[in-house]
């Protein structure tokens, strides 16, 4: 059996936790998820729940105010939840002695494996990350893991990154969907920001009234809620909706990108500003392929009719040359070998 596995997630969004959620659930070795807000949310999966180092408030922004080494992007000073957290990962380290750590992500605690002896897997997202951390991150990798398909690769990507990656799309997937609600647009609505306007979800709902709108995740109730428009809050089963949707409306975060990707669905992708123009560089692709209809910003309302009419044109094939069934077991395999002791020898070509 191989070395145990650790897996540290973020706590913005929660695209993430569901990835080491399939992984973890997909592998032979025990794997045990790290991270902050994680206690009653991993099932049957071992799991350590770390001291949160945001602010007071709970907000993460990535900012700490003060001047910080260049090969780090959050160090702030005189936090006990920092000095908690770092105390509680190397204890583990030290008493488990984990074969591998995924890192999903965090530039501060891969270097915090690597100091203490441990072989690192970046999980890279999208976008231009070429700034001194990300690189130093990368370089002192194992190699990299990228939850979604090549062809979604921002085209900036160096090359030397792209032959260290492990690419594996739909990581995260429910079986297919029994049937399809046509007429349903759904709107997707993720934990990674803030609650989104209902006075604009209302509108276009009012704009297109021969569909029925529902949207999932924080929304505001606008004034009027018209009749064809239900806002449903946080759901547990998003991607479920998403496979019986006719379409769906949303940003380009990656768990909404890939269940889209993984059913083939009618895609009108708005992007959210993110670090690292991570969604940006993503719909770019998304457009350049014709897996979805992208926008720079919210349409007025008069646009919703004809950019309903244009995503329900787009052809499926887009969507599923995106795609790669058992994207779980794939990654799970391939990270029980780096942990048995791949992580001395493992180049791209393997």
Not at 6 to 15: F, K, L, N, R
Not at 49 to 54: E, I, K, Q, T, V
Not at 275 to 286: N, S, V
Not at 322 to 347: F, M, S, Y
Request: aromatic share 6%; charged share 25%; proline share 8%.
């Amino acid at each position: 059996m191989s070395r145990p596995i650790g897996y540290y997630v973020h706590h913005q969004g929660d695209g993430h936790r569901q990835r080491a959620l399939a992984i973890a659930r997909a592998a032979d070795c025990p794997i045990t998820v790290l991270g902050t807000g994680l206690a009653g949310r991993t099932g049957d999966v071992a799991v350590v729940d770390l001291p949160d180092d945001r602010d007071s408030g709970g907000a993460f922004d990535g900012r700490d105010g003060t001047e910080r080494p260049t090969s780090l992007h959050y160090a702030p000073i005189d936090h006990d939840g920092v000095r908690r957290r770092v105390a509680r990962l190397a204890d583990w380290i030290a008493e488990t002695r984990p074969g591998l750590m995924v890192i999903d992500v965090s530039v501060e605690v891969a270097m915090l494996a690597r100091l203490a002896s441990v072989p690192t897997v970046y999980v890279r997202l999208n976008g231009r990350r070429t700034d001194r951390p990300h690189l130093d991150a990368f370089r002192s990798a194992t190699a990299l893991l990228a939850p979604f398909h090549v062809d979604l690769d921002d085209e900036r990507t160096p090359g030397p990154l792209r032959h260290k990656t492990f690419y594996a799309p739909r990581i995260v997937s429910t079986g297919p969907a029994t049937h399809h609600d046509e007429d349903l647009v759904l709107g997707v609505v993720g934990r990674g920001g803030g609650p989104s306007d209902g006075e604009l979800w209302a509108a276009a709902a009012r704009a297109v009234p021969d569909r029925r709108w529902r949207i999932i995740g924080p929304t505001t109730v606008p004034g009027i809620l018209p009749p064809n428009l239900e806002l449903e809050g946080w759901v547990e089963d998003a991607e479920r909706r998403v496979a019986q949707a006719g379409l769906v409306v949303g940003a380009a975060g990656d768990g909404l990108v890939s269940a889209v990707l993984a059913h083939a669905r009618p895609f009108i992708c708005i992007p959210e500003p993110r670090p690292f123009d991570e969604q940006r560089a993503k719909a770019r692709r998304l457009s350049a392929l014709g897996a979805a209809v992208v926008l720079p910003s919210w349409p007025r309302s008069d646009q919703w009719p004809s950019l309903v009419a244009r995503a329900s044109r787009l052809e499926p094939s887009a969507c599923r040359r995106l795609n790669e069934p058992g994207g779980p077991a794939r990654v799970a395999r391939w990270l029980e070998g780096l942990a048995d002791g791949g992580a001395r020898t493992w180049t791209r070509s393997a």
